[in-house]
């Protein structure tokens, strides 16, 4: 609620104020403030009182209050007659991302903290309930309990605690950044000071405009460009092409449009980072993401009703319908499988770094190569990937520095970190797939259902996804930390699975002595002060 709001800054205003220029007050000041006090700053909150009808997860915090749409091509049609939207979907997919972007907030029935639609709206700054269960959605309507919802009907939505409300609470006047203190501004500062040269703080962000929102957040640096959600939206025909090619001829046209536009999102990044590490992961999708329902397109062309492009789509999605998508083709295994794909990202990449050398600028490169589970993988590509190297280093007078190294997301490639180290530049763990493999919950499902029973049975101290489980989870990286670092001591250590925005899980990364935490852009503040809090505590 607002006078969250109202109590942070006067706490932040006081702590500041008392410090003055005492470093061992300033160091009690940071210890003093939490996460909730800087998102309490930092995104809309409510300012009347209500009664919830449904909970699910907080997936992106902010307040948001609007009318009930179930397509994203409804909520664009509502924007642009002016109304304010909630899009309510089971589960959010590429091919919503242009409802997504004009919407206040997102509501789905299914997903969790790391599902498309919690991380699309963190990193937009967009708040989101995700998995509320609840709720029974039909085709244009929805019913909690007793009460149906309809298309246009207002509802409003917590992204912090996870609640849904009937009908339009009260934000209050103002958006959250006329509210904020200068002297958070200050505290931030001092928060740099002491984790400077200890633990760095990145941000996960895809294209220019989150990079510069993310610099100004005072993020250093990008820790993971997730180059597929650069195929979100009208671009989603383009990758789409590129997966139903089913000739030499159509695969090489198909990988021309893609370079043509992947070469300007890549020296957008570059400018937008200048100076900073911009660390590009190659593409990880899981397949399905990007093509159509086969079940909805089984049943219209059973019906007659399917377009003849669509049946070429329909043809594609069979073939590569997996049981399993999220352990199937995705990441390396798929830029083995269709190799033009990653020698393609590569040389966009570094097409970029050398126009924007050629410019006066300094790209910092880090090319990352998703889901490795054995070093003979990592070898193959980062031969094709230094070969390219090579053929832009013959461009510019002083050579590229360009680091190439991997996600460690697989409980093996943790095992066999010090034999992957060998081949690595750095390692960034991605601690959503490594929690999910882990523990074998799915990461799409179990939040919803099995964890908040769990907790409640105590068979979970935290939710894994949310904090991370340092027993287990935790144990894979630190092995992998002293097994990476003993092979190569300069091994560079992150990571960029959402765990690099929660203060708990930021204390167990510095623990181990990683270099640097990633996160949305949105949460570079409370990583700032959750890394500073970390080194003080272990000082």
Known sequence: MADQRETAALKVQHLVLEAGDDLGRRHDALLAIDAEDIEALL??????QSDSVAIGLGASPGAAVGQVCFSADDAVEAFDAGADVILVK?????????????????????????????????????PAVCGVEAISLGADQFTIGDHIVRVGD?????GASGEVFLGAVDRGDGAPEDDVPDELGILLGWADDVRAGTLAVRANADNADDALRARSFGAEGIGLCRTEHQFLGERLPLIRQFIVADSPDDEAKALDALAAVQRQDFLALFEAMDGLPVTVRLLDPPLHEFLPDTEGLAVSAA?????????????AGRKWQETNPMLGTRGVRLGILRQGLYQMQVEAILWAAVERRRAGGQPIVEVMV?????????????????????????LVADPLDVLVGTMVETPRAALLAGEIADASDFFSFGTNDLTQMT????????????????LRLDLLVANPFESLDTSGVGALVRSAVENGRARRPDLKLGVCGEHGGDPASIDFFASVGLDYVSCSPFRVPVARLAAAQAVLRQS
């Open 43 to 48: 995104h809309a909150q409510f300012s009347g």
């Open 90 to 126: 089971d589960e959010t997919s590429p091919a919503d991302v242009h409802g997504m972007a004009i919407a206040e907030g997102i509501l789905t029935t299914r997903g969790g903290l790391a599902s498309h639609a919690a991380v699309v709206a963190r990193g937009w700054g967009k």
């Open 154 to 158: 207002v509802i409003s939505i917590d």
């Open 303 to 315: 019906t007659g009703d399917l377009a003849s492009d669509d049946h070429v789509l329909l043809d």
């Open 370 to 394: 998703p889901l490795i589970v054995d070093r003979s993988e990592l070898d193959l590509v980062r031969k094709w990937i230094d070969d390219e190297i090579t053929a832009a280093n013959r």
């Open 439 to 454: 523990f074998g919950f799915s990461r799409d499902d179990v939040e919803s259902k099995i964890v908040p029973e769990y």
